[in-house]
């Protein structure tokens, strides 16, 4: 599930974290929210940025056989 997590300090600085994007899509997803915001002071990627979204799942499925 896809979620932009919003954490407020008591300061005032305000953090935005986003969770189960992969590769550029985290930057995309949350930009309106840095538009509203202003300017950024730091940028932390996690190693799911690093992904890409073309990468092969391998699904396995049992089929029953005659016999």
Do not use: N, W
């Amino acid at each position: 599930m896809k979620q932009i997590i919003i954490d407020i300090s008591e300061t005032g600085e305000i953090s935005i974290e986003t969770r189960g994007f992969v590769g550029r899509s985290c930057i995309t997803e949350s930009q309106f929210l840095k538009d509203l915001l202003g300017q950024e002071l730091s940028v932390q990627l996690t190693p799911a940025y690093y992904q890409t979204t073309d990468q092969k799942q391998t699904v396995k499925k049992h089929l029953p056989l005659c016999g």
